[in-house]
């Protein structure tokens, strides 16, 4: 295996290695001669891909099914084989992987990306999945110079609509900013290279400003006598463009360009900071926020206020704990890294590789949430995201309907469109023949025949399990006894 990737998952136990290590050397005989659009060797990708999960310091299975997530879609191997080398949970987030990259994206869907994002966690029930698709597709937004302009907008466009949210929605800051910035500059070159461009002007101009405020700040948390490093907070350019939008100013006027991060050890201290801060600087007003008692829907926590220097330089400061900051970069992952680490100093070595090899972070994520006595809305949106009860249906043009499972065909047509429930003739199920009774399951393909005398029946009230059909149908019949 390469040292770098090793080194990067030197936080695994080495018997976890093993099956990454099998993994490894089974991709790279799959993907041998295989070669990507920048020239080199195709296995290069997944390794990076592996490189990038482990990174979040995931578990061994993701980390697996990384250097194996292109092997069904492009090489020989077969599912049977994969299961009998590897088992049931790794072929299983390939399969995940594999199935997701089957549903293609184009501009026609961009305006229903939330659908698209319920549907694909519908599907595919393990976030795991989602996660290494991520991985993947960081790798490929890095990369994307090397394809064709007209392919780099579609997966652009793709990323910016459907997988920066989901990087947002699990906490994973650092990805969501890269992917979004990569496809702003994809979509949009010109926007992207004015904000780059103002945004350099500005931080030379009050970089001595900025480095005067630090250096305050430093002298007096070093009197604190309490552990602590300072950052400058990374940018996001695609943020700042869509900050002018939201906000209808002009790059000038967006103030929170310059932020510092102080990270320390304990939340006690992060307060401890916050009241020195407060006794040293002119906070600006309703500038505080504290995210520490209060943290967001996934997870985030920090305080967040704005201060003004003597100089007149207003500067955003974040003050926060590691942990917190690890849980801000990398999301629920870091989080479920923290907790193990946390475990694993509790107990005995037996035990915590028992607890490792069955640890579940999902679970263990919606545990904290519950812990917290904060369902949230992540919580709630999560259960209905993939809970078996809605299912979602494409129309031909692959527009997603979104129902209730036990749909039938008969259903989707009265939710395409009323007209067109009730000149139901048949539909087409992935491409075959299917029944008016026919039920659907999420990712079909459905397309509806009609014919201009086709009318409701009684009959249909049988086969119609959404309200919004039963009653076009009823009042179809009802309107029928009246002409009578
Ligand atoms: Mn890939």
């Not at 991709?27 to 020239?39: I, K, L, P």
């Not at 500038?287 to 007149?312: G, W």
């Not at 006595?373 to 043009?397: A, M, Y």
């Amino acid at each position: 295996m390469e040292s770098f990737l090793k080194e990067t998952l030197s936080y695994l136990p080495q018997n976890d290695l093993k099956i990454i290590e099998k993994a490894h050397f089974y991709a790279e005989c799959a993907h041998a001669y295989q070669v990507r659009a920048s020239g080199e060797n195709y296995f290069s990708h997944c390794i990076m891909v592996a490189k990038n999960l482990a990174e979040l310091k995931i578990d061994a299975a993701t980390i697996s099914a990384a250097l194996l997530h292109d092997v069904l879609e492009d090489t020989l191997a077969t599912e049977q084989e994969l299961i009998k080398e590897f088992g049931e949970e790794i072929v299983n987030l390939v399969k995940g992987v594999t199935k997701l990259s089957k549903y293609k994206f184009d501009d026609e869907i961009t305006a229903q990306a939330e659908n698209w994002r319920k549907m694909l966690l519908a599907v595919v029930k393990d976030i795991r999945v989602i996660i290494i698709k991520l991985a993947d597709r960081l790798h490929n937004m890095r990369t994307l110079s090397f394809l064709p302009v007209e392919k780099q907008k579609i997966i652009a466009s793709e990323s910016l609509n459907l997988y920066a949210p989901f990087a947002h929605r699990l906490g994973i800051y650092k990805w969501k900013s890269e992917i979004e910035d990569v496809a702003f500059k994809t979509l949009q070159p010109e926007q992207y290279n004015f904000i780059r461009t103002q945004w350099q002007k500005r931080d030379e101009s009050n970089l001595e400003n900025l480095i005067s405020v630090e250096n305050q700040i430093k002298n007096k948390i070093v009197e604190l006598k309490i552990p602590f490093r300072i950052t400058a907070r990374p940018k996001n350019l695609y943020g700042i463009y869509k900050k002018m939008q939201r906000q209808n100013k002009p790059f000038t006027e967006i103030q929170d360009l310059f932020g510092l991060r102080i990270i320390t050890d304990t939340v006690e201290n992060c307060y401890a900071i916050l009241g020195m801060i407060n006794a040293n600087f002119n906070l600006l007003d309703g500038s505080f926020t504290d995210y520490i008692n209060l943290p967001k829907e996934n997870m985030y926590q920090s305080l967040h206020l704005t201060v003004v220097s003597n100089s007149n330089a207003i500067v955003e400061i974040q003050i926060r704990t590691e942990e917190m900051n690890q849980r801000c970069e990398y999301g629920v992952a870091a989080h479920w890294r923290y907790k193990r680490k946390v475990e694993s100093c509790e107990k005995d070595d037996n035990k915590n590789k028992h607890t490792e090899s069955n640890l579940d972070w999902l679970k263990q994520f919606l545990e904290y949430q519950k812990e917290h006595n904060e369902p949230g809305e992540f919580l709630k949106s999560l259960r209905t995201e993939c809970s078996f009860e809605q299912i979602f249906v494409f129309t031909p043009k692959r527009k997603v309907i979104k129902l209730p499972l036990g749909a039938t065909a008969l259903d989707f047509a009265y939710a395409v469109h009323s007209d067109i429930g009730d000149s139901f003739m048949g539909a087409k199920i992935n491409f075959k023949m299917g029944t008016i009774d026919t039920e659907l399951k999420t990712g079909d393909i459905c397309e509806i025949l009609t014919r201009k005398n086709s009318r409701p029946t009684s009959g249909w009230l049988e086969f119609a399990i959404t309200p919004h059909a039963r009653a076009r149908i009823r009042k179809f019949l009802k309107e029928q006894i009246k002409k009578h």
